[in-house]
């Protein structure tokens, strides 16, 4: 998907609107040009109306599927401040969900209201700490009993997951370590981040935790393409909830 672009359209939509036009517009110049010195005058207005019509269709096409989607310092900006703050917290809600009831598959529903009236219907909350125009948001996320704090850093395309353990002292690092490395594999293994552990005192509330940083590059029009977007946003779902039963299961705490 060419995601840079104002529409998205297949490449043959482009290929055929396009040659239609241009072989309309051709056409069209040939039957004037051909009538021009003759008296048919009802054939040349016909052909000069088409070939003004073509024209004008074929410079609308071609600003519609090869103009560029704003990719300025605000524009970009704003596109971070959207996906962390609308398409996260929004895709996040379902990390705790009750099972819909079982239907025969025509019965399910799939409209967009739909998807609004599940969401809001969903146990799990979400609440998010950032400062406008910056490139990263603090989530904090009440599901399944527990209350998980994690950060997403957006620089373009450069993306970083950053999870919150609450811990004591630098020797409580190892041990997280060891017993989440099943749940960090679903990240490093599967997906490919590269990941790094850190003892710190954090600013978001002074008190101390053990972080693990898991960082990737994805595509670099990864804030212009949906389907990027939608792909880690979900991604990202499944690998917390994961993560959350994980902990329940080895006795970690989450929060202070």
Same mark, same amino acid.
């Given at each position: 998907?060419?995601?840079?672009?104002? !529409?998205?359209?297949?490449?043959?939509?482009? =290929?055929?609107?396009?040659?239609? /036009?241009?072989?309309?517009? /051709?056409?069209?110049?040939?039957?004037? @040009? *051909?009538?021009?010195?003759?008296?048919?005058?009802? @054939?040349?207005?016909?052909?000069?109306?088409?070939?003004?019509?073509?024209?004008?269709?074929?410079?609308?096409?071609?600003?519609?599927?090869?103009? %560029?989607?704003?990719?300025?310092?605000? #524009?970009?900006?704003?596109?971070?401040?959207?996906?962390?703050?609308?398409?996260?917290?929004?895709?996040?809600?379902? !990390?705790?969900?009750?099972?819909?009831?079982?239907?025969?598959?025509?019965?399910?529903? !799939? $409209?967009?209201?739909?998807?609004?009236?599940?969401?809001?219907?969903?146990?799990?909350? =979400? $609440? +998010?700490?950032? +400062? %406008? #125009?910056?490139? %990263?948001?603090? *989530?904090?996320?009440?599901?399944?009993?527990?209350?998980?704090?994690?950060?997403?850093?957006?620089?373009?395309?450069?993306?970083? +997951? $950053? *999870? *919150?353990?609450?811990?004591?002292?630098?020797?409580?690092?190892?041990?997280?370590?060891?017993?989440?490395? @099943?749940?960090?594999?679903?990240?490093?293994?599967?997906? #490919?981040?590269?990941? $790094? @552990?850190?003892?710190?005192?954090?600013?978001?509330?002074?008190? %101390?935790? =053990?972080?693990?940083?898991?960082?990737?590059?994805?595509?670099?029009?990864?804030?212009?393409?949906?389907?990027?977007? /939608?792909?880690?946003?979900?991604?990202?779902?499944?690998?917390?909830?994961?993560?959350?039963?994980?902990?329940?299961?080895? #006795? +970690?705490? /989450?929060?202070?």
């Amino acid at each position: 998907m060419d995601s840079k672009n104002f !529409i998205y359209t297949p490449i043959w939509v482009r =290929v055929l609107s396009i040659g239609a /036009l241009t072989i309309t517009l /051709l056409m069209s110049l040939f039957v004037t @040009w *051909y009538y021009l010195e003759t008296d048919k005058e009802t @054939w040349l207005l016909v052909a000069l109306s088409l070939a003004q019509v073509s024209a004008s269709g074929l410079a609308f096409a071609l600003v519609v599927f090869y103009s %560029s989607k704003d990719a300025g310092l605000s #524009g970009l900006q704003q596109k971070t401040n959207v996906f962390l703050c609308r398409i996260l917290p929004r895709t996040l809600l379902f !990390i705790d969900f009750p099972n819909p009831p079982l239907l025969d598959w025509k019965g399910a529903k !799939i $409209s967009k209201k739909q998807i609004k009236k599940d969401l809001s219907s969903s146990p799990t909350r =979400v $609440s +998010i700490q950032k +400062i %406008s #125009g910056g490139n %990263s948001a603090l *989530y904090v996320i009440k599901a399944m009993g527990e209350n998980l704090s994690f950060r997403v850093q957006v620089n373009v395309w450069e993306l970083t +997951i $950053s *999870y *919150y353990f609450p811990a004591k002292s630098e020797s409580d690092l190892d041990r997280l370590r060891s017993k989440l490395e @099943w749940a960090m594999s679903r990240f490093t293994k599967i997906v #490919g981040y590269k990941e $790094s @552990w850190y003892f710190s005192s954090e600013d978001f509330d002074q008190k %101390s935790y =053990v972080s693990v940083h898991l960082t990737k590059d994805f595509d670099s029009d990864f804030l212009d393409d949906d389907r990027q977007k /939608l792909n880690f946003a979900q991604d990202l779902t499944a690998s917390t909830r994961s993560l959350i039963k994980e902990c329940k299961a080895q #006795g +970690i705490a /989450l929060s202070h």
